[in-house]
């Protein structure tokens, strides 16, 4: 039953994550209140253009 429990509770929660970029002089929100978990054993990708800001 552990080992159970174990497998689905999050190994990394986020929650509420937003993010924006100075653009000339206007912010550029990219991210607004975005939620994550993700438990041991899930695959989660990040997908996007090159140069998006996936890494950051």
């Known amino acids: 039953m ?3 429990l174990k497998m689905t509770q999050p190994l990394i929660t986020a929650e509420a994550v937003s993010r924006s970029y100075l ?3 206007h912010q550029v ?3 607004r209140g975005v ?3 993700a438990a041991r054993g899930e ?5 996007g253009q090159s ?3 996936k890494s950051t």
């Open 2 to 4: 552990a080992e159970i």
């Open 35 to 37: 939620c994550l978990s």
């Open 43 to 47: 695959f989660v990708s990040v997908i």
């Open 23 to 25: 653009k000339g002089q």
């Open 29 to 31: 929100p990219v991210l």
């Open 51 to 53: 140069g998006s800001g």
